[in-house]
């Protein structure tokens, strides 16, 4: 009964390669994220996305786009990989408002070589 | 800007102490706040929250209080364990784009 998941947990690649991680939320969420957790464990929303918007942090690379197939799920997807790139990535979903808390997934280890 | 502010870790204790972390937020209005958990390996789960002033959120013997005049949230836990070393993320709600806003987290090392 996973209610946020992420696929590969682990990621290894080489520099210019493009790769997806995919998550999948079963808790009915209309809002999903995706976040960047570096070596300190600072994290950093990329973007957010419920059926009727994407919100994109204007700092990440357009090397980086959300694609999502259906309500319950928010695919990322990186072109080009750089070395930058290497952090653990997280996938959560919530209940549209504020008062919402975000469940996250186990995240997503992606090491670029 | 809206911000959250944590103390810097890490922070060891042993077994039983008591855990005080401390954080400050900056923010329009008065959003629901929130206090996550990672853990080694794994990702951030919600811990407890508190959505109005003087609201206490609660959970595994943890607490925290929101107290708007000094715009804190600060976690405790009267008599810490090993499995609560972790990594514990104050955050709330806010900024132009409604995000969440985490702090930087605090590390907590319990021994034994």
């Known amino acids: 009964d996973t209610a946020v998941s992420q696929t590969p947990k682990y990621l290894v690649t080489q520099m210019g390669n493009d790769k997806s991680i995919k998550c999948e939320q079963n808790?009915?969420?209309?809002?999903m994220y995706w976040y960047k957790q570096d070596s300190k464990k600072f994290l950093k929303i990329m973007f957010s996305y419920n059926n009727k918007e994407l919100i994109i942090n204007e700092t990440v690379p357009n090397r980086f786009s959300p694609k999502s197939p259906d309500k319950a799920h928010l695919n990322l997807h990186i072109n080009s990989l750089e070395l930058g790139d290497s952090a653990v990535y997280f996938c959560?979903?919530?209940?549209?408002?504020?008062?919402?808390?975000?469940?996250f997934g186990p995240g997503t280890r992606l090491t670029v070589l | 800007g809206d911000s959250v502010t944590q103390m810097e870790g890490p922070v060891t204790l042993s077994e039983e102490a008591f855990l005080t972390i401390n954080c400050t937020y900056t923010?329009?209005?008065?959003?629901?706040l929130f206090w996550y958990v990672q853990y080694p390996g794994e990702g951030l789960q919600l811990l407890l929250k508190a959505t109005k002033a003087d609201d206490k959120g609660s959970n595994k013997g943890f607490e925290a209080t929101y107290r708007k005049e000094t715009t804190s949230f600060h976690l405790e836990k009267g008599s810490v364990q090993v499995s609560d070393s972790a990594v514990y993320f104050c955050?709330?709600?806010?900024?132009?784009?409604?995000?969440?806003?985490f702090g930087k987290g605090t590390k907590l090392s319990v021994k034994p």
């Open positions: 808790l009915g969420h209309d809002t």
């Open positions: 955050a709330h709600y806010g900024g132009s784009q409604g995000n969440l806003i």
């Open positions: 923010a329009t209005g008065y959003p629901s």
């Open positions: 959560a979903s919530s209940h549209a408002g504020q008062g919402s808390p975000q469940y």
